[in-house]
């Protein structure tokens, strides 16, 4: 393609099949979203991007200089089988003038290469596909260079589409994303924790046109949801800015210590899941959205067996979707890279708090039941009252530099090491070691000695810089250290 001689780029977007063999309603329903949508992301590059919907196809006509960023949005578009790239010449309404416009454009791309031309027409003009095909591939194979004409495997294959008296010369073809467009199958709110499994199915719900909200449940560290806001506003950024989505920070640091209080050891990890469905379930409610999507996946985890997860279900009536629930870590992670947000869910922490001692794998329909009524549920309806909903697009305006944890091996003078971890032993160290479990830190830290520097220990360091960063980026205390000796 000869770019110097050409001022716009044009781009022809094909439907995704399984639209096209909808019924006329659904169809035109989803064809006039797709449309809405790419008006939508066109507008944000430029006002001159001109488009114009056809039955089988949108053409999209920009200047040059913003041809590479709308490219590079259809491309991460749902509802969108393939984009091709597309020199347009107007006033084609003879063979002779398509050989030579052809030629003039092409001519580069078969010097020293076999080459045939495929041409598709629509109109009534005094000629058929082939005889353009013929001609044009006669008179460049006439005018240059080349090894000559193969018609089963050329090493170039110039395609042509002539309608009516515009012709469009094909210059490039690229796989698009495929699914629905984006807010033709309603909206879903996913439960979202920034790791490999979450981040995927809510990729997956946003590809198959569902609108997409995003719901975080803080456990104890800002460190952890401002890294769950960042992947959070990638995906909606690179997958779904044609509509404005919400996303909803849910304090859940008072529900696990109460879970704590109130739940047997081995039901801790189903109840945590089960509590928050309920709490993702009102929320839903709220914001007039009929169903949830977690990215669960079957016997992954001990939660996460057939019968914990009915169990789960079982606390709550709203339409709960798995897409993950059959696949291996292998293909998510597969996924993850593809889309690009692999990089986040490595350098997310895994916050494991709340894991059952001696998990249940197949727990009791009548256990769960007798458990859940244990359970102080004034503790959860505070947790979704103060809950706090922003625009996905002003999520970044939180997002500010985040400073980890200066990391220590040994314990100076005026240090005090604190143990956070749940379980009753506490560690064992030469020095004074006060155990305080991570779900009381934040009401017992008040009570401490200001003038002492602390140094929080568990057993890999995440909850201590989680709940250590939260400490000093909400409750402002600066004598705080992570202890790994």
Known sequence: MIEKEIETQKFIVKYFTEIMIKGDRAKKQMLNQLLMNLQKISKEISDEIVLKKFFDKIELVTPLKYAASLKEKLLQTSGIDQV??????????????????????????????????????????????????????????AHNNTKGVDLRNAEVTIKLELEHNKLNIITEKYK????????????????????????????????????????FFN?????????????????????????????????????????FKDISPSYMGVMLKRLMIKAAQEVAKNMSIDAIITGESVAQVSSQTLRNLS????????????????????EIIDIATKIGTKKFAEAMPEYCGVISQNPVTHGSFD?????????????????????????????????????????????????IIIDIRQSEDSFNHQTNVLKIPFYNLKKEFKKLDNSKTYLLYCDKGVLSQLHGQYLKDEEKYTNIKVFRP
């Open 176 to 215: 698009g994303l495929g699914g629905f467009p984006l807010g033709a199958q309603g909206e879903i709110l996913s439960l979202m924790s920034g790791g490999f499994d979450s981040t995927v199915a809510s990729y997956l719900s946003i590809k198959r046109g569902l609108k997409t909200h995003f719901v």
């Open 311 to 330: 169990l789960i279900d079982s606390a709550s009536d709203m339409l709960i979707l798995r897409p993950l629930a059959f696949m291996s870590k292998p």
């Open 367 to 415: 256990r769960v039941e007798k458990e859940a009524k244990k359970f102080d549920y004034t503790v959860l309806d505070i947790a979704i009252k103060n809950a706090k909903i922003k625009n996905i697009d002003e999520v970044l305006d939180d997002v500010c530099e985040v400073g980890s944890l200066e990391v220590v091996s040994s314990v100076g003078e005026n240090e």
């Open 219 to 259: 456990l104890g560290g800002i460190a952890h949801e401002i890294g769950v806001k960042q992947v959070s506003w990638y995906l909606w950024n690179k997958f779904a800015s044609s509509h404005r989505v919400s996303f909803i920070t849910i304090p859940f640091e008072d529900v696990v210590g109460q879970i």
């Open 84 to 141: 091709l790239e597309a020199i347009q010449i107007n006033e084609m309404d003879s063979l002779d003038k398509i050989k030579v416009e052809v030629n003039r454009y092409m001519a580069n791309t078969i010097i020293d290469k076999t080459f045939v031309v495929r041409a598709k027409r629509v109109g009534t003009q005094d000629f058929k596909s082939i005889d353009i095909e013929q001609t044009v591939g006669g008179y460049m194979l």
